[in-house]
C-alpha cells in the first residue's frame, strides 16, 4: 500500500477532489456573486465601492481522506492547514501535509497575503527564506471604461454546431474536435443552518449522477457533495465529498478562534532572506 504508484494515485485524487471542492464552493458562497442591486443600463450603482474586509479568526482546517479497497481494506490519511485571517484582510496559512498521512511539527511552507501592502510572501521555514510577490491589481477592480465600437464593424461568422443524442449544440472553432459529453446531472437540497463552534452556517447537498458512458462508465456514477458556509465568517467551515471513484474527503474547519490574531503572524521574521518573485494579477477585490 505504500508504494510509490499508491501514493502518486492518492494525491491526484485528492488534488482533483479539492478542485472540484472549491470550485463547488466558489458556486454557493455568496462572495463569489457580484451584487446586482441597483442595476441600471447594464451598470451596477455604487460599482467600484469596496466591501468591507470579512471578521478576523484563526481556526485549524483538517483534512480526513477515508478510501476502502475492494477487498475491504481502510485507508484513511490526514493533513493539517493552519489559518489565519486579520481584519484588514491579510491572511496567513501554514501548510503541515509532509507526505500522505504524515504530520510535522514544523510547517513545510507558510504563504502570507497583504492585501493592503498588494505584497504575498511565500516562506520556506527549513532555509529561513521568503519570496515576495508584488500583487498587480485585477481588472475588475480597476474603474470601468467604456469602448467605443464602429457600428460598420463585420462580425465574425457563425461556426458550424454540432448535435447528437447527449451532445449539447456546440459553436466549433475546429469542426473535427470531438464534443466533450454532458456534465453530471445536479440536484440540491437545502439543509439548512447549524452551529459550529459558536458560528452559524447554512448547508446544502447537491448530488452529481455522471451518466452511463460519459468517462466509460457502463452505468451511471453517483457521488455528493455537502458544503455549509458562514456568512458570518465568510468561509467554508465544512465540505464533505462522498465518490465512490476515490473514497470520502471531508474538510473541517475547527478550533476557531475569532479574536484578532498576532499581527506578526503577517510578517516575515527579521532572520529571513527575502527574494524578489514576478508580479502577478491579484483576485478581484470584494464589491458591496
Known amino acids: 500500500m505504500n508504494c510509490p504508484f499508491h501514493r502518486f494515485l492518492f494525491f491526484i485524487c485528492v488534488v482533483t477532489m479539492l478542485v472540484i471542492s472549491r470550485s463547488s464552493v466558489a458556486q454557493q458562497s455568496p462572495e463569489s456573486q457580484p451584487a446586482t442591486s441597483g442595476v441600471s443600463g447594464g451598470a451596477a450603482a455604487g460599482r467600484g465601492a469596496r466591501r468591507p474586509p470579512p471578521p478576523p479568526y484563526s481556526a485549524d482546517l483538517v483534512f480526513v481522506t477515508t478510501q476502502t479497497l475492494a477487498d475491504g481494506t481502510t485507508i484513511t490519511r490526514r493533513s493539517l492547514l493552519k489559518k489565519y485571517r486579520d481584519s484588514e484582510g491579510r491572511t496567513r496559512e501554514e501548510d503541515f501535509r509532509n507526505r500522505p498521512g504524515d504530520l510535522v511539527d514544523i510547517p513545510i511552507n507558510v504563504i502570507i497575503v497583504d492585501p493592503v501592502a498588494g505584497v504575498s510572501y511565500h516562506l520556506n521555514p527549513y532555509a529561513h527564506q521568503a519570496y515576495k510577490t508584488e500583487m498587480r491589481p485585477h481588472a475588475s477592480s480597476l474603474p470601468a471604461q467604456t469602448i467605443s465600437v464602429p457600428a460598420n464593424r463585420p462580425t465574425a ?132
Open 157 to 288: 461568422p457563425l461556426q458550424p454546431t454540432v448535435e447528437g443524442p447527449g451532445v449539447q449544440a456546440t459553436a466549433l472553432s475546429n469542426p473535427n474536435r470531438v464534443p466533450k459529453p454532458p456534465p453530471p446531472a445536479m440536484e440540491r437540497v437545502d439543509l439548512g443552518t447549524q452551529d459550529f463552534e459558536g458560528v452559524t452556517a447554512r448547508g446544502s447537498l447537491t448530488t452529481f449522477t455522471v451518466s452511463a458512458g460519459a468517462e466509460g462508465n457502463d452505468r451511471p456514477i453517483q457521488y455528493t457533495q455537502e458544503n455549509w458556509y458562514s456568512d458570518e465568517l465568510r468561509a467554508q467551515v465544512l465540505h464533505i465529498t462522498k465518490d465512490p471513484r476515490v473514497g470520502e474527503i471531508v474538510t473541517r474547519l475547527t478550533n476557531i478562534n475569532l479574536s484578532e490574531p498576532p499581527a506578526e503572524l503577517f510578517q516575515v521574521p527579521s532572520d529571513y532572506t527575502i527574494m524578489e518573485r514576478q508580479t502577478v494579477v491579484s483576485p478581484p477585490a470584494n464589491k458591496e
